[in-house]
């Protein structure tokens, strides 16, 4: 079973946020979904990670991205586990991709 190694700090209501979570969801990678406080002053957590109250959030390991664009970079460049990899090309094959 996968090391689940990401954390993901998001609201539900967020744009971003909503774009990181369809990301994963696309690339089938697990992560730790941490829902935090809709105002900013509530989200401690957000803050002793990243130093900073916006989100998402992004943890893996040592990196910690708090923009939505080096996230979506950061997924889109992350290695994929290869029975995923192989569910997905069957996927794109059924799509005539
Ligand atoms: N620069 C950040 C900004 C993201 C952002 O604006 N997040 C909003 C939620 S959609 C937020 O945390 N807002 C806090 C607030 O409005 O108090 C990014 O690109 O991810």
Redesign the pocket.
């Known amino acids: 079973m996968n090391q689940v190694t990401m954390r993901l700090f998001h609201?539900e209501w967020?744009?971003?946020?909503m774009l990181v979570r369809e990301k994963l969801g696309e690339l089938a990678l697990p992560y730790e979904s941490v829902v935090v406080p809709d105002?900013?002053p509530f989200r401690k957590q957000v803050y002793e990670v990243s130093g900073q109250y916006?989100?998402?959030v992004l943890v893996d390991g040592e990196t910690v991205l708090?923009?939505?664009?080096d996230i979506l970079a950061y997924l889109d460049e992350y290695p994929l586990d290869p029975k995923t990899e192989t569910l997905q090309e069957s996927q794109n094959q059924q799509l005539g991709r």
């Open positions: 609201t967020c744009p971003e946020c105002l900013r916006y989100v998402p708090t923009e939505t664009e």
